[in-house]
């Protein structure tokens, strides 16, 4: 029996890789997933044991959960259409249609409003935290108590990066890391248990101000996004159930069709309210984010997104009345490249088409190097919360030894006499960091160092500036950024991957712009701007949205066409390495993602080839002992039921029944003496189409909830009026990537396999989401080779 | 027996209207579209006859049209697994993988180049042609020769016009209008006979040249986007059969779903070349044009319009040295409003949500006006090409008329003393146009009417010039504009609706401006970009692309967020009214577009109550006399097969067979003497899968071509290894709303409907967009209420 208690230990273990032992033994095997599956229930229990790992407590399927293996549910988008639906859908008033419509566009508004203020608000606090801490160093520093200095510094950045990995460890691991990849597999059709709960938004919010604010070199952005999915799910769900803050007026909201849309535009609420750029955000959520996209659902981001950046000015506005502290100016990147003029001829061309492909192979090497460094942190993270601290504590002291000790390298530079600002810096940030030298003259390395990551990229963006930094200090900041960047990503504090792959491409521009400054017109600053492109269309591969995201941050519009074919290029070499940063994560999470186009060994397999039976399948009046046993033995989600004479002349597929609707229907105890139907208005009296509404994960009814007599197990319950009379079917003879397209357009989570000839039992068997995977394929079928898949062929 | 001769008599009949009588009795009706589908030949032969306008030729199916109907065909973007398919995909060897990427990249480029190359000549010989016409009446008016002016520029206007309608109407009639709901359609899945054809294409390019030079209010933009669309299909096909100029290199793209994806990069392009506008060009194909999207097809059309963008800044580039007339500077707009700052306060806010929501409601009104007018001039334009031309000529007067006529009525105006620019003008275009007034004086009114729409935008966009335009002349000119924008839509001649929309929208929201002007800081030039954005969002219905392409015009992103404001209101008004004008469009010329969403009524019905028999089906191996028979009879595009014993032990649907298919299959002649399976490798080796791929509309093996003697007609042929053996099915019992779901979400063009009891024979009947149409099935149950769709609730 599953408690709230013990719950914790089957807690999602980390942010980087949560399959424990599985890892390095059998990373895409068919067993890890298999192990997946089984504890998601998914229908796949019967199958083969191919690797069993933990035994199975058959008296319970709900949350069975390893210690390392956090329990996976598919979101199933298919339109059930039974007897309560039809009734409800006759029912149904203009008044509740008016009502879901203003509902729908209020919660949107709500996400908007709430993504955009918390948006803010961790700007705030980053700025007046990191602030704080900045200007006590640098005030040490111009007393030279410089070990003091080096241990305010260090001290404060432990204590911070401590705070948030000691929240994210024992809160919600879940908030480990970016979200961007778990927010994309649940727009896929994935929920990860506690993805998306209130205490993962909590230490989303929280852990990601702490981290930053600690100088570790990863940004706000990715968390972002998460915070932005966590706040669409919430209002979504009405509130919390535990905290009895639910409304009944979002009855309408409890499927996972409309709950997929309101975290799409939270998403996009989240990329927009990270980069100040609301068209940027709604092109992230279509092109990385979502699997599914409707033209409505544009129309839906579009005003989520115009909504915080409304937000966002407004608060700003208030702001530059100085009344938040340290935030002045900063914190809400906005590059304003405006002073420099893109004009560009033949040899700058070459220099970028060359700029571009590097940086591709940069961004491909980071990916590689992110997933193998990954693979080592899960290691220790699955150790436990202790070591998760140790592990974020040591990697912030190494941060702050880069930070503090490698500006020493560097030598003093006279202040430019015509410097726009003042020179050496006085303020919390600025381009003349004065850091060991004498007055007048400034550190360009600590200039980049010593300010927060959203400084260093204005100030290597900046333009009109070409002299300002070494070559041999870039190259440094480079080096260490690049390291950095890759090492931090792991470690149990919420971490973006944006900020870190921008900085360093901008170093790695801003170093091509300086090498080639006495042979090119265009701005160093320019050249900063295409090598962050080149880095992020290297390791995150998108395009259109890197494009959009990257012009709403720099104001310049005339850099368009380079920017664009930066990002061609880079994607393209990058793309002959290895697959995009959140793709990869993905993958190494184990979590089932489903791509849009099927594998090629696919169209060689038919659909019967992967299902495997013996398939358990009710009576349209079934006894009720049998559906309790049925329900105990497995981990199915879906059966289909079959009425045989003497309810029909012949065998007949009536349809799918869902587990979750048989416990309704059980707890409702409507149950009959005889194997009779019953008169379906007898159910459809007792039970309203909000009834069988989708809870949240693992929070609906449960099979342990249910209160059996042994007489009533004898008894006999109608099925009829809550089965699903149309569920999808194909042909066994379909090919599976034939069946795959369907599976996916339609965002299925059960697809049932008939047999050809009209003779036999009615169906063949369901395919879920774990069948199409290729892992579990390649385990049936192990002579197959796993094709690299072209994907350009789809 | 169709022959090439008559083909034109079959021709589409004008770019406004094409159903003739049947526009007023019965617009939406059920017969017209009966009549349409039944000419598209698809699966709705022997329906009930509703209305039955015309005799049926029972001898040939496919282009039996009435004067006024034109050929419509439904897209099929289904895999068709049969053996031939899975023979191919075995032996498909790794190199011609390699190939065809490369192939659809190269293609994909070639789009991006040569629309590219298109849209600058285009507006090369516009600026051209109409700089010269406006040369020489300045000329004239500065000499005081008024009337020979006025004959000379309406003189020029006509010739201009009347040639533009006279290739509209006699090559190409599908060349009048926008194009864009073509366009739109061809991407939701229906072919129109010629729409994309290489006539289409060169009256496209050379009459919109001709019309815009004119002087029409009318744009370049929707007709860039249907030639971008051509430009994709002719490379597509392979060039052109009729000239021999294909290659067998391209048989890979002889289907439906590879030429939806480069005619969705063709119409990106399209936008983007007519705009200047390359990541606005990829939002409009994604919110306007494409129904199906994919994450890989964002990636293709940012590569094309990327290309785009660098081939007309080169040619730009190449053009300032000055040898390109007097192309100059301008024709690609790119209205520059950097000077202003955009800072705005509260009552700047509230003037702007006014102006927002009258913006709304004349968007509204232009569409209804628009849409009344339509149907008027399809009346005229039905009776033939000179109809029509006299119809062009006549609105071309007109607009010299208001041209010339109405700048007198505006006073002269002194030049102001700190003009940037020369005044009065004495170039081509300029803010400053003298027309009739002494020197040192200029006329605002002719300032807008006496340049090019580009020109006049660019003027009403400009900044800091608050009092060049007195109220009075603002108000005549956009009356002027708003009424000839909706009457000249109709003509025979190739027109855009964006710089109609956008020019209206722009004095608009200029007039707004000065009138708010002593209480708004906001520049008069800010307010005109509002305005245009809010008739844009009343119009066309777009939000994101329009943004983008706003933004990309103007250069200017700190009005981000009042854009976003305006266009979410504008649109939500103008949606409480009508559709969208490119939807309205779509409809009233008969096109059966395919919504994503159902309409509610489509949820009580289930999909047997729609389809209709009888069901003409084949044995898997058939008198060949029967096939012919019936290929003869109906129109049907595809055929179940169903086995019956002895070819199997019970009936059983083999799966479905396209016309198409069967034709080659009979045109191979391997007939046998009995009813015997033929081994499949006979067959095999027969044909490749590239016989079978799909020609372009019209081009295909005829029924007519077959010579089928008298004694083959009593052999049987094995249609086995043709068999499409998954087709994708539904039960009966699914409500039509589901039904849709999956045949819009696939694309299908047949969708089999089978019956619940296994009993019976084994296929009820076929689903095809037809019976999806709500005409259709209104027609079917007269007492279902066509609810007016809430957009939203899907």
Redesign the interface.
């Known amino acids: 029996m599953e408690s709230e208690a013990p719950h914790h230990h089957f807690r999602w273990d980390g942010g980087n890789d949560t399959r424990g032992t599985d890892i390095e033994s059998n990373l895409a095997g068919p067993g890890v997933s298999m192990s997946l599956e089984r504890n998601g229930s998914d229908h796949s229990d019967l199958r083969e044991p191919l690797v069993r790992k933990r035994t199975m407590n058959t008296t319970s399927q709900i949350a069975i959960v390893g210690a390392n293996v956090y329990p996976i549910e598919s979101l199933d988008y298919e339109?059930v259409?039974n007897d309560l639906f039809?009734q409800d859908?006759?029912s149904r008033q203009k008044i509740q249609?008016v009502e879901?419509?203003v509902l729908?566009?209020t919660l949107t508004m709500l996400i908007g409003l709430l993504t955009g203020l918390v948006g803010f608000f961790n700007n705030l606090a980053v700025e007046n935290i990191a602030g704080f801490k900045l200007l006590l160093t640098s005030d040490l520093m111009l007393k030279h108590r410089y070990a003091l200095a080096f241990f305010t510094y260090a001290g404060c950045n432990m204590i911070l990066a401590g705070t948030a990995a000691a929240i994210c460890a024992y809160i919600a691991p879940a908030a480990a890391g970016s979200g961007i990849p778990e927010v994309k597999a649940y727009l896929n059709g994935v929920d990860a248990h506690s993805i998306l709960a209130p205490s993962t938004l909590f230490v989303k919010i929280f852990g990601s101000i702490l981290g930053v604010s600690a100088g570790f070199v990863l940004g706000k952005e990715g968390p972002m996004v998460h915070t932005g999915a966590c706040i669409a799910n919430l209002l979504g769900q009405g509130g919390s159930r535990k905290y009895h803050l639910t409304w009944r007026g979002l009855r309408y909201f409890k499927n996972d069709r409309d709950r997929r849309d309101l975290i799409t535009c939270g998403s996009a609420a989240g990329v927009a309210a990270a980069f100040r750029a609301?068209?940027g955000g709604?092109?992230f959520a279509?092109?990385e984010a979502a699997s599914w996209?409707?033209?409505?659902l544009?129309?839906r981001t579009?005003?989520t997104?115009?909504i915080v950046?409304?937000v966002l000015?407004g608060l700003i506005q208030f702001c530059k009345s100085g009344k938040c502290g340290l935030f002045g100016e900063g914190g809400l990147i906005m590059f304003d490249l405006?002073e420099s003029v893109a004009t560009y001829s033949m040899p700058d061309l070459i220099a970028i088409l060359v700029l571009g492909v590097v940086g591709g192979v940069f961004g491909g090497l980071f990916n590689f190097l992110l997933d193998k460094l990954l693979r080592t942190y899960s290691i220790i993270n699955e150790r436990g919360a202790p070591f998760k601290i140790l592990l974020t504590i040591t990697i912030s002291l190494l941060t702050s030894c880069c930070s503090f000790g490698l500006p020493w390298l560097a030598s003093c530079t006279k202040c430019p006499a015509d410097a726009v600002e003042q020179c050496p810096t006085v303020s919390r940030s600025g381009n003349y960091k004065n850091f060991q030298c004498p007055p007048g003259y400034y550190n360009g390395l600590a200039s980049l160092f010593f300010n927060t990551n959203d400084d260093a990229i204005r100030i290597l963006f900046s333009s009109g500036t070409q002299n300002e930094f070494h070559l041999s200090s870039l190259f440094i900041f480079f080096t260490a950024i690049y390291s950095l960047g890759i090492i931090t990503y792991g470690i149990a504090v919420p971490s973006g991957l944006f900020i870190p792959v921008i900085l360093a491409g901008a170093t790695y521009g801003r170093i091509v712009g300086t090498i080639l400054g006495p042979i090119t017109d265009l701005d160093p600053g320019l050249f900063a701007l295409l090598g962050a492109a080149s880095f992020l269309g290297g390791t995150m591969r998108m395009?259109?949205s890197v494009?959009?995201i990257l012009?709403?941050l720099t104001?310049e519009?005339?850099m368009?066409?380079l920017v664009?074919?930066v990002l061609?290029i880079s994607?393209t070499i990058a793309d002959g390495f290895n697959k995009g940063v959140y793709d990869q994560i993905v993958v190494m999470k184990g979590l089932p993602y489903m791509e849009?186009?099927a594998e090629p060994y696919m169209?060689?397999l038919a659909a019967r080839d992967v299902i495997s039976g013996p398939l358990i399948s009710f009576s349209g009046v079934e006894q009720v002992g049998n559906i309790i046993r049925a329900l105990q033995l497995t981990g199915h989600n879906g059966f289909p039921v079959v009425d045989e004479p003497p309810l029909?002349?012949?065998?007949?597929?009536v349809g799918l029944v869902l587990r979750s609707h048989l416990l309704v229907l059980l707890n409702g105890k409507r149950f009959t003496k005889d194997r009779v139907t019953q008169p379906r208005e007898n159910v459809l009296m007792r039970f309203g189409a909000s009834d069988f509404g989708k809870s949240g994960l693992g929070k609906g009814l449960k099979l342990q909830d249910l209160e059996i007599t042994d007489e009533e197990m004898e008894m006999y319950v109608d099925m009829h009026p809550i089965v699903n009379?149309?569920p999808?079917?194909?042909?066994e003879?379909?090919?599976l990537?034939?069946a795959q397209?369907?599976f996916r357009?339609?965002g299925l989570r059960h697809l049932c396999v008939v047999p050809?000839?009209?003779?036999g039992p009615?169906i063949a068997g369901i395919l879920t989401r774990h069948d199409f995977m290729p892992e579990h394929i390649l385990g049936l079928f192990p002579h197959l080779k796993p094709t690299k898949p072209?994907?350009?062929?789809?």
Do not use: G
Not at 293 to 296: E, G, L, Q, T, V
Not at 790 to 794: C, H, I, M
């Open positions: 339109i259409e039809k859908w006759r249609i879901y419509i729908k566009w609301p068209v709604v092109l279509l092109e996209w409707r033209s409505a544009l129309w579009f005003f997104t115009a950046a409304v000015r405006s395009t259109v494009c959009v012009l709403e104001n519009l005339l368009l066409p664009m074919l061609l994607k849009a186009h169209r060689h029909s002349d012949t065998p007949e597929l009379t149309s999808y079917t194909v042909a003879t379909m090919s990537a034939k397209v369907l357009a339609l050809k000839n009209p003779k009615p072209l994907r350009a062929t789809t």
